[in-house]
Each structure stands twice: as structure tokens, then as C-alpha cells.
């Protein structure tokens, strides 16, 4: 037991650290193109700080443990609106470009119903997967194309242009995967043994421990941006994150093995959709978010804690 704890530890220490050198490196390679930050947050940042969800579903579906690789996603979700941008909200209030509303949002509802509606028989089968992916690579083509600006470089902030080689940021990139597939592997091992012997379900273990941890890198990344009054990589980040969460790691790991999670409630994919869906009334409505809605959020995201923790007590 002890040693799966410092396992665990170490695998979730691994896996923020190589993120943060993920996205560093990444980040700077996007800028390099002419990116927007919105468009960064959107992909780049949001991808990169998700790869430790994407390591650990699929590392879980070559285990077995559908159960972790499902709830990991649903539970990251709810995290990413819940607790990630509830309290990037309440360091500072939160505006966000015209194009996310009348893209990336609807699209974000649209794949989190559709996600909702796979999961119905708590099964992901490989056809589920390949449809899953096949809608992100549509998702990215569409995005940077309607976004990508020329002389976007030109409009960034002094700060967020890129100095150095470029191999430089090709080196962290690479390293950054790296420690994400040895963190994951630690991180999954352990989540495994710990479920097992505490007799918890791996989609409650996947819903709580596992995507709160992994969901560490885009809780920095955000707080961050946030702190630094950069909205459009803030929000962008969450909903890209939870876009690439549906499409990206649940179509991965599916494609992996067919994902079968008999531990998760049909009430756990609902609070998912619910938050998904406040967050998109609360943009569609006031064009930012505020102090108070963050308060919101962030109470409901306690209140489900709550309730995991007392009705598989």
C-alpha cells in the first residue's frame, strides 16, 4: 500500500512536470506558425495539457480497466469547468473571444451530448472510437483555418513570441511525451492497486483521484494565464481541453480496446453534460464569466465531490 501511494505520487509528479515541458515547447512551435492565443489555447495548450488524460485512458485500456479510462475523461470534464475554470475565475474575471461562441462552444455541447449518448450502455466499442477521432481531426482542420490569422504574430503580446531554436522547442516537446508515458504508466499501476484493494470501482477511482490529478497541468496552465490576463488562452484551454478529452482520448483509447466501464453511473455522464451546458449559458449570456459564477461552479464541483465520496464511503 505504501508503495503503491508514492507510486501514485511520483507518476502524478511525473506527469505535471512533463506537461509543463510539453506545453512550453509546444506552445512555442505553435507561435512560431502565427497562431492566435485563442487558437493556442484551443489546441496546442489544451492538447498539450490533456496528454496526461490521453496517457492514462489509454495506458488503462491496455490494462483493463475500462472503468479508469471512462471516468478519467467524464471526471476530467467536469474538473476542467468545475474546479479549473471556477478558480481561474475567481483570481480574475474571464472574457473570451466572439469565435468561441459561435464555434468551438456549440461544438463542445454538440460532441458532449453525442459522448453522452455512447455512453449510455457504459460500453465504447472501436466503431464508437474511430468516429470519436475522425470528428477531432474534422474539429482541428476547421478551427485553424477559420482562426488562423497571418499576421497574427505581428498582434501578439512581446511576452508570447517565441526566442531561441527552434529545435530547442521540438526537444521539449519530445522530452515532455517522454515523461508522460513514464508518469502515466506509474500513475495507472498504482490507481489500479489502490481501487482493488480499497474495494472502489475503477470508474469512481477514475472519476475523483485520477482526473483530479491529471487534470493538475491544465489547472496551472489556466490559473497562469489567468493571473497574466490572458482570457483567450484561459478559456480556450478548458474547452479545447474537454473537446479533445471526448473526441481525442475516449476515440484513442476505444481504438486501443473496447472500453466496457460497469462501475459508472449514468448520473456521473449527466453532471458532465450539466456543467458543459453552464458553462455555455453562462459565455452565451454575458460574454465573460464573473466572480459569481465562478462561485457557482466551483460549489456545485464541491457538492459532487461530496457526493462520490459519501455514497461510495
Not at 126 to 152: F, N
Not at 216 to 230: H, N, W
Amino acid at each position: 500500500m505504501a508503495l503503491d501511494l508514492v507510486a501514485l505520487t511520483g507518476g502524478l509528479a511525473l506527469l505535471v512536470a512533463a506537461a509543463s515541458v510539453l506545453v512550453r515547447g509546444a506552445s512555442a512551435l505553435a507561435l512560431r506558425l502565427g497562431l492566435t492565443p485563442l487558437v493556442v489555447g484551443l489546441t496546442v495548450v489544451a492538447f498539450g495539457t490533456s496528454a496526461p488524460e490521453l496517457v492514462v485512458s489509454v495506458q488503462a485500456a491496455l490494462a483493463g480497466a475500462g472503468g479508469i479510462a471512462v471516468g478519467n475523461v467524464v471526471g476530467s470534464n467536469v474538473a476542467n469547468v468545475g474546479l479549473v475554470l471556477a478558480a481561474a475565475v475567481l483570481v480574475r474575471p474571464l472574457a473570451s473571444d466572439a469565435s468561441l461562441f459561435r464555434r468551438d462552444l456549440p461544438v463542445l455541447v454538440v460532441v458532449t451530448g453525442l459522448a453522452a449518448l455512447l455512453l449510455a450502455d457504459r460500453q465504447l466499442g472501436r466503431w464508437d472510437g474511430a468516429a470519436l477521432v475522425v470528428g477531432l481531426m474534422a474539429y482541428l482542420v476547421w478551427s485553424v483555418r477559420a482562426a488562423r490569422q497571418p499576421s497574427a504574430a505581428e498582434e501578439m503580446k512581446l511576452e508570447l513570441v517565441p526566442r531561441g531554436p527552434a529545435w530547442r522547442d521540438a526537444l521539449f516537446v519530445a522530452a515532455g511525451l517522454g515523461g508522460l508515458v513514464l508518469g502515466a504508466d506509474l500513475f495507472v499501476d498504482a490507481a489500479v492497486r489502490l481501487a482493488e484493494a480499497a474495494g472502489v470501482s475503477n470508474a469512481v477511482i477514475g472519476l475523483t483521484v485520477v482526473a483530479v490529478g491529471t487534470s493538475l497541468p491544465e489547472f496551472a496552465t489556466t490559473i497562469v494565464a489567468a493571473l497574466r490576463g490572458e482570457s483567450e488562452i484561459a478559456v480556450g484551454n478548458v474547452v479545447g481541453s474537454n473537446l479533445f478529452n471526448l473526441l481525442g482520448i475516449l476515440g484513442a483509447a476505444a481504438l486501443v480496446r473496447p472500453l466496457a466501464a460497469p462501475g459508472l453511473e449514468l448520473l456521473h455522464v449527466a453532471v458532465m453534460a450539466a456543467f458543459t451546458l453552464a458553462l455555455a449559458l453562462m459565455l452565451w449570456t454575458g460574454r465573460r464569466l464573473v466572480r459569481a459564477e465562478g462561485a457557482v461552479l466551483l460549489a456545485g464541483y464541491a457538492a459532487y465531490m461530496a457526493y462520490l465520496t459519501v455514497s461510495h464511503a
